[in-house]
T-cell receptor
Framework: ETGVTQSPTHLIKTRGQQVTLRCSSQSGHNTVSWYQQALGQGPQFIFQYYREEENGRGNFPPRFSGLQFPNYSSELNVNALELDDSALYLC???????????FGPGTRLTVT | AQSVTQLGSHVSVSEGALVLLRCNYSSSVPPYLFWYVQYPNQGLQLLLKYTSAATLVKGINGFEAEFKKSETSFHLTKPSAHMSDAAEYFCAVSQLYGQNFVFGPGTRLSVLP
């Protein structure tokens, strides 16, 4: 059984650009949540997808958007990147709403 | 709105000493509570969770935590620190088990030889 995987591991973007981060959920999991972890801080909830529908959103602007695919993998898209978007982006999957979340290793995004 | 505070952004203990990491939460109803550990350049690993069963919860790697409703606390302890315990520790709360976690700011644990 493979765990949660994320790609890429690291990437560097320029302010104003767009970025797509990817997450493959653990086998059998249909729920994916995304978190932003700024340096020295705890993770902040961005949004959650359950069976391809957004199912809750944190205090993030609309330029943060996402998708979940039929195989339950997910993408996080960020438009018009800002310097403050530099962070570790974590994906977590679970086997349903209300179940334990398993985290991936994260994608480190640097915006210059 | 829920919030989580972790007293002490950095805690240092000697190898073999007691580890105590503090977590307090604010919630209108008893929440679900979690402790996660994060090693450098890695994701989060669940140490233990409280889901309204026993108030004393045992987790992996010898860690345990006690839920005290009257104090709105969920402090993490380990009787004897090991060098491999050096990491960042996060307390998290959720009103619905596993959904929409609110994390604390984290406590970095250093273990001195």
């Amino acid at each position: 059984e493979t765990g949660v995987t994320q790609s890429p591991t690291h990437l560097i973007k320029t302010r104003g650009q767009q970025v797509t981060l990817r997450c493959s959920s653990q086998s059998g999991h249909n729920t994916v949540s995304w978190y932003q972890q700024a340096l020295g801080q705890g993770p902040q909830f961005i949004f959650q997808y359950y069976r391809e529908e957004e199912n809750g959103r944190g205090n993030f602007p609309p330029r943060f958007s996402g998708l979940q695919f039929p195989n339950y993998s997910s993408e996080l898209n960020v438009n018009a990147l800002e310097l403050d978007d530099s962070a570790l982006y974590l994906c977590a999957s679970s086997s349903g709403q209300g179940n334990e979340q398993y985290f991936g290793p994260g994608t480190r995004l640097t915006v210059t | 709105a829920q919030s989580v505070t972790q007293l002490g952004s950095h805690v240092s203990v000697s190898e073999g000493a007691l580890v105590l990491l503090r977590c307090n939460y604010s919630s209108s109803v008893p929440p679900y509570l979690f402790w996660y550990v994060q090693y450098p350049n890695q994701g989060l690993q669940l140490l233990l969770k409280y889901t309204s069963a026993a108030t004393l919860v045992k987790g992996i790697n010898g860690f345990e935590a006690e839920f005290k409703k009257s104090e709105t606390s969920f402090h993490l302890t380990k009787p004897s620190a090991h060098m491999s315990d050096a990491a960042e520790y996060f307390c998290a709360v959720s009103q619905l088990y596993g959904q929409n976690f609110v994390f604390g700011p984290g406590t970095r644990l250093s273990v001195l030889p």
